[in-house]
């Protein structure tokens, strides 16, 4: 087991930065996640760890060497495909054998280390098969098998858990998790599904545009989002981003909306709006930190219910607030109707402010 | 409104059978079309001389004898030396052609498909500007060229100027097949300790052995029934393949029908033997990504 180590990497297609300057160090036997939507650089950035794509700028390294000129075969690292990438033509014995014959060891071993790696993914019953005679989840074991047979430095995973149905998905991530705490593994795993990472991963790097946004602990980047798109990413459903104006109201620090309302903030959330470059505020809030009333009161502001669905013990309400979408979640015995008039309270504690114009989360400093 | 749909429902249905029916007589119209010169050729050719030339013609041949076999085949008498010779002519240079338009095919289809280069696009259709033209246009340059290059009156020659047209085709059939084998399986075998060549060498090539096989198939009866370039290259009788050999052999020896007609029949036996043993790959590399396996 070893760390990787990203430094100012950069991949370049033409013009265009598919990877930029990111920078992140992966620890010894830590499980870290990119995650970000489509083409955001994180499968890019995998196969530049892997060595599959040649790097346009910047050092990886992978234990104690720089791995910028090495071949995959030399990195010591593993990989496991979002389409399994199983040899069609090999049976899963011989599938779980390709890496290790590959390296030139005796055959005895071969078949020790096989063994030893089916019996931990309980797929022993299926070594006599082919590839396409095994269900999703059957294959993705063997692909997990043909990864740790040889024990490498490191686990690089690409959404590997993406072709299964919904509820394989959930039991594989378990044991994705388990596979990592029993193995002290070093594990960079790729998904576009917040969730997965959110659920499985020590850290989280959350990219976009080619650029590392934010990297750190899930919670971290959960209750801190840096910045707008960070803070529309992860969490489902979405936290909410009310474009607002700041200004002052009766001696206080309010946002205004052009809807005519204006909400009155808090001391620290007024010493974080001063901060912002113009007087463009976005306030953040997630879905469980609004909470919806049917009268008015003083702090609360208007909206208008949109969708209401419910889920059996939570119920979710969009519901339109100055021009913005906010999601909401209440208990199943609230019973709201669209188009109906509410008023929300936020958490004062809870909400997050972004600057208008950098879309940066404000600080209070 | 139930009127309507009284009238409407049959109308849409006898729309459907109309056409069914179409395809059907089309059908069985192409397989009369191709399949009744095969069996006049068959039935002839165990016909006598004398048989095969009378009017009306006899539908079953009222004597059947395998004699034009015989005479063919026999490598004691002259027709059987020529016959023979001609065959194995024909042989030689189409699997010479079809080795080697495999051995060049498969690398440069690789390379089209995997990797990005410059110039790739332009390259690739550059290949198919053979093919765009007819055949005889490239005759008189090609035979000049051979001559430049002492090539008239050797199998060499026609072993290159099949190259020209098979190449084309076989880069074209070959690159689609290994676009749909997924490049995550060479990096996977690369990850796992494969260099390149090795992960084409013991991922990919087996994989692609229904499109080579038809890449094969096509090259070998791309040059097995090739005329016109034959009869202009060689001259030499000892040299001339099958196609030229028997328009030339049977037009001096008066026409023997049944002659003709048996030696086409063995001519037609060699192709007929590779599509049979290899039509599953063959179907399955031109359906290839045609439906989600």
């Known amino acids: 087991m070893a760390e990787v180590v990203l430094q100012h990497v950069m991949k370049y297609y033409g013009n265009l930065a598919a990877v930029n300057d990111v920078n992140f160090t992966v620890n010894d036997g830590e499980f870290v996640a990119l995650v970000g939507p489509s083409g955001c650089g994180k499968t890019t950035t995998l196969n530049l760890i892997a060595g599959l794509l040649p790097m346009s700028g910047g050092d990886i390294s992978i234990g104690d060497r720089i791995v910028n000129d090495l071949d995959p075969k030399d990195r010591d690292i593993a990989m496991v495909f979002q389409n399994y990438a199983l040899y069609p033509n090999k049976s899963v014995y011989k599938n779980l054998a390709f890496p290790l014959q590959m390296r030139k060891l005796p055959n005895d071993e071969i078949d020790r280390k096989v063994q030893a790696a089916a019996k931990v993914l309980d797929i022993t019953y299926l070594l006599e098969r082919k590839p396409r005679e095994l269900s999703g989840g059957q294959q993705q074991r063997v692909a997990l098998g043909r990864a740790l047979v040889r024990d490498p430095a490191v686990f690089l995973m690409d959404e590997p858990l993406s072709n299964l149905d919904a509820k394989l998905r959930v039991q594989m991530r378990s044991e994705i998790k388990r596979f990592h705490q029993d193995l002290n593994a070093t594990i960079v795993y790729v998904t576009h599904d917040q969730l997965e990472a959110v659920t499985m991963a020590d850290k989280m790097a959350v990219m976009n545009g080619g650029l590392l946004q934010q990297y750190d602990t899930p919670a971290r980047v959960f209750a801190n989002p840096i910045n707008m798109f960070v803070a529309g990413f992860i969490g489902s459903p979405a936290m909410s981003l009310v474009p607002l104006q700041a200004s002052t109201v009766d001696g206080r620090v309010s946002l205004s909306s052009v809807e005519g309302w204006s909400l009155p903030l808090s001391d620290a959330n007024a010493r974080k709006v001063a901060s912002a470059k113009s007087a463009k505020v976005v306030l953040g809030a997630r879905h469980s930190t609004i909470r919806l009333h049917k009268e008015a009161a003083t702090g609360f502001v208007p909206a208008k219910v949109y969708t209401v669905e419910p889920t059996g013990d939570i119920t979710f309400v969009q519901a339109f607030l100055s021009g913005a979408i906010v999601n909401i979640s209440l208990p199943p015995t609230v019973s709201v109707a669209p188009d109906e008039m509410v008023w929300l309270e936020f958490d004062q504690e809870r909400i997050h402010l972004f600057d208008g114009e950098t879309e940066m989360a404000l600080r209070a400093d | ?293």
């Open chain 2, 1 to 293: 409104m139930t009127s309507a749909s009284q009238i409407s429902r049959p109308r849409s249905r006898k729309g459907v059978d109309g056409w069914r029916w179409t395809g059907r007589f089309f059908l069985v119209f192409m397989i009369l079309y191709t399949a009744i010169p095969m069996v006049w050729m068959l039935l002839t050719s165990i016909k006598s001389g004398f048989a095969a030339m009378q009017f009306p013609p006899q539908w079953w041949p009222s004597e059947p004898t395998l004699a034009s076999y015989q005479k063919l085949l026999d490598p004691q008498n002259s027709v059987g030396q020529d016959f023979l010779r001609f065959f194995w002519n024909s042989l030689f240079v189409s699997v010479c052609t079809t080795i080697l338009a495999v051995l060049v095919a498969v690398p440069a289809a690789y390379a089209f498909s995997r990797f990005r280069f410059p110039g790739r696009r332009f390259l690739f259709f550059a290949v198919l500007l053979r093919n765009m033209f007819p055949a005889v246009i490239f005759l008189v340059p090609l035979f000049i060229l051979m001559r430049v290059l002492g090539l008239v009156n050797t199998h060499g020659s026609l072993i290159l100027t099949y190259l020209t047209f098979g190449l084309p085709l076989a880069i074209w059939l070959l690159k689609g097949f290994y676009d749909n084998i997924p490049i995550q399986l060479e990096q996977a075998a690369r990850i796992d300790g494969a260099t390149r060549f090795q992960a084409f060498l013991l991922i990919v090539t087996p994989l692609s052995v229904p499109g080579i096989i038809a890449t094969a198939i096509y090259s070998f009866i791309g040059a097995w029934n090739e005329y016109i370039y034959a009869a202009t290259f060689l001259t030499k009788n000892d040299q001339l393949t099958l196609p030229v050999g028997i328009q030339r052999f049977f037009s001096e020896n008066t026409t023997d029908f049944p002659g003709l007609m048996a030696a086409s029949f063995i001519m037609s036996v060699p192709v007929v033997v590779l599509f049979l043993v290899l039509q599953k790959y063959f179907v399955r590399a031109l359906t290839e990504g045609a439906v989600k396996h």
